[in-house]
């Protein structure tokens, strides 16, 4: 599997989710201990958190049945309108709280578009959900990229196409969050399509957070005296997962359901309690769907 899908979806917890930047390691963090993956870092290992809200083989009413669950007050009508302007749903919540103030939230997001399932991939539509292009930032590190064949081999690491249809990848990844914090680690990833869907999964690898190399670490972000930006002191960041699912509506012609679930640590050192991702994200998210819909229907 190209390493180009592990980054879309990244992207979109980077673009949509932080509002930010998708990167590489910065080459100055502070090495752990060499490590090789085990069956917990496999992408598919499955999370309570992220059980899709449609699943496939799923009947009509089945699905309406799920959908109903999320939509509040939200009318069915407006939800499932094929049109370019139709509502989404999102919600971000508190999932525990952690350490020294921090917590361990939860982003959702839902939407229906209308098209066929194979033009998300002719069209290369995934891009659309992962939000803008990621730039380079001056004085952070370089943008995102696939383990290399040796890197793998190095920790035991395999990829490609696997018998159940799904391809699976590595890489290093990195966030600018709203220039308070850099979130670097290990990614592993899945992608996987079917008859119904699209799927595509993505974690911080748990078997290489202490990676020597490339370990999950977040560091705090300041401004040194010429105004550029600078990392400080690592700290430990083992939480981070996203998955982007976009299923057929067995009871709608040409009806697709999209759903993002991102799952991560919030430490208080982000923000200092501040909610400053819930006022940027609606903007974002809607510029995203939009654009999203607009292109299917080309």
């Known amino acids: 599997m190209p390493f180009r899908l592990t980054s879309l979806l990244f992207g979109f917890v980077a673009a949509m989710f932080m509002d930010c930047e998708s990167s590489a390691v910065n080459a100055q963090a502070p090495g752990g201990t060499n490590q090789t993956a085990d069956a917990s870092d496999d992408a598919t290992a499955s999370l309570p958190e992220f059980q899709p809200t449609l699943r496939d083989g799923m009947t009509s009413d089945q699905q309406m049945q799920a959908v109903r669950s999320i939509l509040g007050n939200l009318e069915e009508e407006r939800f499932f309108k094929p049109s370019v302007v139709s509502p989404f749903v999102f919600e971000l919540k508190p999932l525990s709280k952690l350490g020294n103030g921090g917590q361990r939230q939860r982003l959702d997001v839902w939407f229906v578009a209308h098209g066929k399932l194979d033009d998300i991939e002719e069209k290369k539509l995934m891009d659309d959900l992962t939000g803008p292009e990621a730039k380079q930032t001056p004085g952070l590190p370089e943008i995102a990229r696939a383990l290399t064949e040796a890197e793998m081999k190095a920790r035991d690491l395999k990829f490609g196409d696997q018998p159940d249809g799904s391809g699976r990848a590595y890489g290093i990844m990195g966030a600018n969050v709203l220039d308070k914090a850099f979130v670097t680690g290990v990614t592993s990833s899945r992608y996987r399509k079917t008859d119904d869907s699209i799927e595509l999964f993505l974690r911080l690898s748990p078997s290489l957070f202490d990676d020597a190399d490339f370990p999950a670490r977040w560091y705090p972000i300041s401004k040194a005296d010429d105004g550029a930006l600078q990392l400080g002191k690592a700290n430990p960041y083992t939480d981070l997962a996203a998955l982007i699912k976009v ?30 991702l819930r006022s940027k994200l609606p903007p974002v998210l809607q510029d995203s769907v939009r654009k999203f819909r607009r292109k299917l229907a080309q």
Not at 248 to 273: M, T
């Open 247 to 276: 299923t057929k509506l067995a009871g709608v012609e040409d009806g697709l359901f999209v759903e993002v679930h991102v799952v991560y640590a919030e430490p208080f050192g982000w923000f200092e309690g501040r909610n400053l």
